[in-house]
């Protein structure tokens, strides 16, 4: 008889009436096929894109204070409301149970005949649906972790750390010679930055605080600007001037941030042309938007002249571009940097229950700096 395992996983569903409904779910979950293996979760982090899909959508989260619980200590349901103007917004998914939490870190406890090596082993995983007890997924989605990793340091090795390698590669891809990026304190900045330092890539960051810069500068920044500074847009085209970058990653999206690092990139290439032109330079300007940090519109100005383009980029879609190859190259750097250049620190650690607890909802919804939550099923 085969093993059967049973446990809680946490569902997002929000209803017609705009009311999103957070709660545990029973599973069982058991008979793995030849090439899948169960997972034990023991450890899985909350994401920006985590919570955006467990309190509605990034462009529309339920209303906070709205907050209600009512279930048991066991079982915990808690409802908020979505505001009327964003159920729009959420079309897609109403009715739909969600299973938050794309990666995370655990013990394999059954595996398919192709998968027996991993039984007893401790792996990383990707593919959603870790905020449970276990987890049956395609041996293919996990990592085999060092011996001497604990699943803290290994629950987050896919989202932030590849998105951090992939802004390298397209760098490199697209024949750019270094990266500003923006918001660059976040946990995936901070990787960013020991990347660039190691790799000697030329890197500016752009953070909102003097305690963030200091955060930076500390782990070996070269060039760090607070965009709340008076000073703030002559330091960075003096810098840009300087290194002569012309591509930007912003997990921001909202706003006239990402616009003015476009027209500091013109300036900059502007100051080394004589001759007047009305269309701007010709130095090709390349911005990419790969968050909603603020989801209130793009506001471009249209004062960067006309060799310049504005995309998004998403880690899942620029993996299919890149290959398996190059995917395995990267994790296998991932791998053997977990706990350095791609070490993650957690605020707080919290089992299936605590997740819905009102208080720790409003924490982890404020994705400010230094403070991601672990989830430790
Ligand atoms: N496209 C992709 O494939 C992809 C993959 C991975 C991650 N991401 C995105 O990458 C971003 C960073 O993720 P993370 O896990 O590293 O986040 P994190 O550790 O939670 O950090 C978030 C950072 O953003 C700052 N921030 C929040 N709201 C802001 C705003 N409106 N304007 C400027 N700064 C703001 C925070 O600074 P304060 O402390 O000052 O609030 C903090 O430094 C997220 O947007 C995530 O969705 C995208």
């Known amino acids: 008889m085969k093993d059967t395992f049973e446990g809680l996983q946490l569902r997002s569903t929000v209803d017609p009436s705009g009311v999103l409904r957070l709660e545990l779910v029973e599973i069982t979950v058991s008979d793995p096929a030849p090439d899948e293996v169960i997972v034990r979760v023991e450890a899985s982090p909350i994401n920006p894109s985590d919570l955006a899909v467990l309190l509605g959508a990034a462009t529309a989260p339920a209303d906070l204070d709205t907050l209600e619980v009512t279930g048991s200590d066991e079982r915990p349901i808690v409802l908020a409301k979505v505001?009327?103007?964003?159920?729009?917004?959420?079309?897609?998914?109403?009715?739909?149970?969600?299973?938050?939490?794309?990666?995370?870190?655990?013990?394999?406890?059954?595996?398919?005949?192709?998968?027996?090596?991993?039984?007893?082993?401790?792996?990383?995983?990707?593919?959603?649906?870790?905020?449970?007890?276990?987890?049956?997924?395609?041996?293919?989605?996990?990592?085999?972790?060092?011996?001497?990793?604990?699943p803290a340091a290994g629950a987050a090795m896919f989202v932030n750390p590849l998105t951090a390698l992939g802004f390298v590669e397209t760098m490199r891809t697209e024949g750019f010679s270094g990266i500003v990026h923006l918001a660059?304190?976040?946990?995936?900045?901070?990787?960013?930055?020991?990347?660039?330092?190691?790799?000697?890539?030329?890197?500016?960051?752009?953070?909102?605080?003097?305690?963030?810069?200091?955060?930076?500068?500390?782990?070996?920044?070269?060039?760090?600007?607070d965009s709340s500074s008076p000073d703030y847009e002559e330091q960075l085209?003096?810098?840009?001037?300087?290194?002569?970058?012309?591509?930007?990653?912003?997990?921001?999206?909202?706003?006239?941030?990402a616009s003015q690092v476009l027209a500091a990139m013109e300036a900059a290439a502007a100051r080394d042309v004589s001759a007047y032109n009305r269309?701007?330079?010709e130095v090709f300007k390349q911005l990419y938007i790969y968050g909603m940090l603020n989801p209130s519109p793009t506001v471009l100005d249209r004062w960067v002249g006309f060799a310049w383009s504005v995309g998004g980029w998403l880690l899942t879609h620029r993996l299919k571009q890149m290959g398996k190859d190059d995917e395995a190259r990267l994790l296998d750097r991932v791998r053997n940097e977990l706990t350095t250049t791609f070490a993650s620190h957690y605020t707080a650690r919290m089992g299936l229950q605590e997740i819905l607890h009102p208080d720790n909802i409003r924490s982890f919804s404020r994705k400010a700096t230094g403070a991601k939550y672990l989830v430790t099923p």
């Open 83 to 150: 505001p009327p103007e964003s159920i729009g917004a959420l079309s897609a998914r109403i009715g739909i149970g969600i299973t938050p939490g794309a990666e995370g870190a655990g013990s394999v406890v059954a595996a398919g005949e192709n998968a027996r090596h991993l039984l007893g082993r401790r792996v990383g995983m990707r593919g959603g649906a870790m905020y449970a007890h276990y987890r049956k997924l395609g041996m293919a989605d996990c990592v085999l972790l060092p011996e001497d990793v604990e």
């Open 279 to 281: 269309y701007g330079t």
């Open 237 to 257: 085209r003096s810098a840009l001037y300087e290194t002569k970058i012309t591509l930007a990653f912003d997990p921001i999206g909202g706003g006239t941030q």
């Open 184 to 225: 660059a304190a976040s946990n995936l900045g901070q990787m960013l930055n020991r990347i660039c330092v190691t790799d000697h890539i030329p890197l500016i960051n752009v953070v909102r605080s003097g305690e963030q810069a200091k955060l930076l500068m500390n782990q070996g920044a070269r060039y760090v600007f």
